[in-house]
């Protein structure tokens, strides 16, 4: 049988006119969507803000379309700067989101007691968060917050040196096996930060075999980084097309490791509990909470003047030091005492949250201190000088708090690390009015997005003198004192700020002046060779990489 090759005029014309109407009609709809779109109060008052114009429907996700999460950070950045603006907008498919750099109007944000709520793209932390602290809103967080803020307050944080200065000497000892190689720091430093906070906070010791803490900052640090491409592969954000992909596999034996770790831990805090209470010994809840009660009532302020926080409305010396219980142990006596509702999951979530929190977000700030040490060698030697007037020959003395006190310069090194490399790049809030902001004649329309950044507003140029230069002098009384508030906020600041900055700070020191005691740093890159990545936690794509060798002591 012959086959005829020929068109067939009628069939082909009936096709095109079927191809042409379902064009005009595709057209057609777009119209409509777009000038449905247009009428919409809040892209009205967005219309002003400048911003890369959106396409219909998917706005301007073509933004990051095909790009690397590190050629992301650079391309939004660079963004940033074009528009030379201090407001800048842009459209995730219909959600408006506006990207605030001045810290005045940094300020009506995390300022306020009315924009509290978090953006919704932290829901993504949900199936590992739950509800936790850092995503959950309204009468849960604010009750949430007061129970667990007192827990990290420095007459608890006093009593967990010796933790620190264990696990400090563990690192020490581990990073013998690196000397003279060109090495990637931050393993070594989530390792450590992980058993630190599983010793302090939650009060579990770990053996010596036991190698839970890198399991776990491993597992961490892999869903942050699927966490991190569904932010950006916005389309990847519906459960419905992300269960389908091969992450969600991965996502799921992730959790599975991290929650198992986290029950256990409960578990074991339980049956300690239970044990005391057999005993006779008696729930120290209650009088803690009076104690806290009292506190409250005496405001004061204290050393970490450059962050406005509730942290700073607690005297601490007014709590007894031994009426104080670490945050598990407190949170287990409190779901045992009448009056409150945490169930075993409350508990469960809020674990998570301080082990997700607490751990990345100083293991990378550690990290870049070090990597910053070793490409500045002059602010390196400066550290020592300050070291060696506080330990004198003592060289290999546990480190004491009243010594973090003394650690000035080192203290202005991780202020400065934190400017330039804040941990958290990026602060979504969701807005339920209108904010009209105070640098320029714009208004935020109510139900839409705000993202703060620290990467962006840490480098004002109308803030900081030479902006990009690593200078820890930037934190010297003297160039705060006139400095705008908001302009520096590393841990948030506000109603809604980092409960663990003071845990933070402490464990950077005791770990920093512990390694610099030791080692001397040196790294083969500079400053602009780091490749950084917009991850949820601020990284280095190229690694943390560093060489060490024994400090000669002259
Ligand atoms: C260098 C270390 C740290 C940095 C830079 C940092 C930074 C931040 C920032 C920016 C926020 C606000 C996040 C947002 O609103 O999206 C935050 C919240 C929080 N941080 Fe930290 N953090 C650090 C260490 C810690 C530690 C050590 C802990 C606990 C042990 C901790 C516990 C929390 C918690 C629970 C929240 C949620 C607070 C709330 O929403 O009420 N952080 N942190």
Partial sequence: MVVSTEPVPFANSILSNAYLTALFGAVAVLAIYHFWFQSLRYVKLASKIPGPTPLPVVGNIFIALGLSPNAFMKRAYELFKQYKTDVAKAYAGPYLYTLLAN???????????QHLEKSWEYRLFEPWLGDGLLISKGERWRSHRKMI??????????????????????????????????????????????????????????TDKDNTGFAYAKAVMDMCNILHIRHYKVWLRPEFIFKWTKMAGIQSSLLNLIHSLTREVIKRKKIDYYERVSKGEQSLYKEAVKEEEKALKNKNTENYKYIHDDLEDIEENDIGEKKRLAFLDFMIEASQT?????????????????????????????????????????????????????????????????????????????????????PVPIIARKVHQDVKLVSADYTIPAGTSVVVSQYVTHRHPQFWKEPEVFNPDNFLPENCANRHYYSYFPFSAGPRSCVGRKYAMLKLKVILASVLRKFEITSPQVEADFQLQSDIILKRTDGFKIRIQDRIMA
């Fill in 103 to 113: 810290p005045n109007d940094v300020e009506l944000i995390l300022g306020s007691q």
């Fill in 149 to 206: 803020a007192p827990t990290f307050h420095s007459s608890i944080l006093k009593s967990f040196f010796p933790v620190f200065n264990k696990n400090a000497n563990r690192l020490l000892e581990k990073l013998e096996k690196e000397k003279g190689k060109l090495f990637d720091c931050h393993d070594y430093m989530s390792g450590a930060t992980v058993d630190t906070l599983l010793e302090t906070a939650m009060g579990v010791e770990k």
């Fill in 338 to 422: 009448s009056g409150n509702k945490l169930s075993d999951e409350d508990i469960k979530e809020e674990v998570d949250t301080i082990m997700f929190e607490g751990h990345d977000t100083t293991a990378a700030a550690s990290s870049f201190v070090l990597c910053l040490l070793g490409v500045h060698k002059n602010i390196q030697k400066e550290c020592i000088k300050e070291l060696k007037e506080i330990y004198h020959d003592n060289w290999e003395r546990p480190i004491t708090f009243a010594d973090t006190l003394q650690m000035k310069y080192l203290e202005r090194v991780i202020m400065e690390t934190l400017r330039l490399y804040p």
